[in-house]
Structures are given as structure tokens and as C-alpha cells.
């Protein structure tokens, strides 16, 4: 079965650090994905982590563990366009289809 | 530019009146993915296809047809549309199964049911 979860909402000020966490139950799971999605918008690509640790990506960093079956997307330096959605995906091996959950609203404020 | 593109963006219609939502990728990209987004529930797919005639169902693929007669096109039907299809529509595309390839998605269909 596929089960996952990430906070719904969370709220930081301009300039500060923010962890956004993952847990998910995927049956073949063969590595996480992180998608921002603004209001009206696409999601777009933010980073993949297919082994476990840190991949680093700019302002944007995103950890997995496996024995855990845990990741976060972390953010630096928080700017007012980073309000967004923003989702993790886990991947599993037969289908190769993102899951994506409900994703965590973001909102960043002066 | 790279990029998907989904016709129509909105549409608003009846009941039980065939529709379909078109979509199409110009970076030659094998594996094509429809998705749903509606409020509390995220992002679920719909269908999938990993190659040219070759396309599977997703979580949610009840009242809904595909198909993938070209690499660049992957099509969405609606047979006999009914509400509970309202819903903001995405089409995905990616370069092939690896998952480290990153999903490239159009800009949405917003698709209203009477």
C-alpha cells in the first residue's frame, strides 16, 4: 500500500530556514521527489534523492533516509516567492508514477 | 522552448457530453502521465504511458480514457463526463522511466461537470 504524509501548512518570515517533512509507506519504493506548486501554477521539479543523504541544490537542500522512510526538503534564506505548495513524491519501482499527497502549504512573511 | 501544452485550459460543460483534453510534449519524451488535483487530496494519477501504444491505469482511472498513438501526443477522453469529474487536470510528461527524471507538467485543464 502507499501511505504518506507531510505537515499541512506551515509559516516562516522572510530570510529564515524552514524543514518540511516526509514520511511515506511505498510498497517498491525506489526514491523521493520534491515539486513546488504555486497557486494557479504547475508543479515544477525541485530535487530527487535516490540514495540516502543530502542533496543540495542552491537555497534548496532535501534528505532522505530508507531505514526511516523519511525525507525533508529544506529551505534557506526564505524568500516571498517561495509561497507555495510544496510536495514530496516517493517513486515506486513497477509503475515509476509519483505519488504525491496533499502536499504542505508554505507561507513566508515579511 | 521545452515544453507541455494542454488544450483547453477551461471548460465548462454538461453532463454525459464526450470531451477531451488534449496534451502534448515536444522533447521527445517516452513517458506521458495524466493527473487530478483536487482540494485535501493532492495530485492522483489518472493513466500512464511509458511508450507509444503502450499506457497502463494510474490510482483514480474510472470515467476515463488515453490513448498513445504518437511519442508527443497523450490525449485524455472523457466518454460520458459526470461531476464528480470536475477537477484541475495535469499532463506530465518525463525523458523515460528513471526516476530521477524530473516530471515536466502542462499548465492545467480546469475542467467543470454540470
Known amino acids: 500500500g502507499q501511505s504518506l504524509e507531510q505537515p499541512s501548512e506551515v509559516t516562516a518570515v522572510e530570510g529564515a530556514i524552514v524543514q518540511i517533512n516526509c514520511t511515506y509507506q511505498?510498497?517498491?519504493?525506489?526514491?523521493l521527489s520534491w515539486y513546488q506548486q504555486h497557486d494557479g501554477g504547475a508543479p515544477t521539479f525541485l530535487s530527487y534523492n535516490g540514495l540516502d543523504g543530502l542533496e543540495e541544490t542552491g537555497r534548496f537542500s532535501s534528505f532522505l533516509s530508507r531505514s526511516d522512510s523519511y525525507g525533508y526538503l529544506l529551505l534557506q534564506e526564505l524568500q516571498m516567492k517561495d509561497s507555495a505548495s510544496y510536495f514530496c513524491?516517493?517513486?515506486?519501482?513497477?509503475?515509476?508514477?509519483?505519488?504525491f499527497g496533499s502536499g504542505t502549504r508554505l507561507q513566508v512573511q515579511p | 522552448e521545452a515544453q507541455v501544452t494542454q488544450n483547453p485550459r477551461y471548460l465548462i460543460t454538461v453532463t454525459g457530453k464526450k470531451l477531451t483534453v488534449t496534451c502534448s510534449q515536444n522533447?521527445?519524451?517516452?513517458?506521458m502521465s495524466w493527473y487530478r488535483q483536487d482540494p485535501g487530496l493532492g495530485l492522483r494519477q489518472i493513466y500512464y504511458?511509458?511508450?507509444?501504444?503502450?499506457?497502463d491505469k494510474g490510482d483514480v482511472p474510472e470515467g476515463y480514457k488515453v490513448s498513445r498513438k504518437e511519442k508527443r501526443n497523450f490525449p485524455l477522453i472523457l466518454e460520458s463526463p459526470s461531476p464528480n469529474q470536475t477537477s484541475l487536470y495535469f499532463c506530465a510528461s518525463s525523458r523515460d522511466r528513471a526516476s530521477n527524471q524530473p516530471q515536466h507538467f502542462g499548465d492545467g485543464t480546469r475542467l467543470s461537470i454540470l
Open positions: 504511458s511509458m511508450n507509444v501504444e503502450v499506457t
Open positions: 522533447m521527445n519524451h517516452e513517458y
Open positions: 513524491a516517493p517513486m515506486d519501482t513497477g509503475r515509476r508514477a509519483l505519488t
Open positions: 511505498t510498497s517498491g519504493f525506489y526514491g
